[in-house]
């Protein structure tokens, strides 16, 4: 798969999934709330492994590119 995030985007979404697992994990209110926990801990997955592999797929179905064309 070719990639298509940019630095910047990728960097975002490792910020976010580290807030998203601190909020699961941590000491946040919805910490214990069972489907938000859940659902947090996925997001943060997928943006942790989209992030690495630099491809989303989500932005291949729309046509999105945020990183320069190569």
Same mark, same amino acid.
């Given at each position: 798969? *070719?990639?298509?995030? @940019?630095?910047?985007d990728r +960097?975002?979404?490792?910020?976010? !999934? %580290?807030?998203?697992?601190?909020? *699961?994990? &941590? @000491? !946040? %209110?919805? !910490? !214990?709330? &069972?489907? /938000?926990? /859940?659902?947090? +801990? *996925?997001?943060? %997955? +997928?943006?942790?492994?989209?992030? $690495?592999? @630099?491809? #989303?797929?989500?932005?291949?179905?729309? @046509? $999105?590119?945020? #990183?320069? *064309?190569?």
């Open positions: 798969m *070719a990639k298509n995030m @940019g630095n910047v +960097i975002v979404r490792l910020v976010v !999934a %580290a807030v998203l697992l601190y909020a *699961a994990f &941590g @000491g !946040a %209110a919805f !910490a !214990a709330a &069972g489907l /938000w926990h /859940w659902l947090a +801990i *996925a997001v943060a %997955a +997928i943006f942790i492994v989209t992030s $690495i592999v @630099g491809t #989303c797929p989500l932005y291949s179905a729309l @046509g $999105i590119r945020t #990183c320069k *064309a190569s």
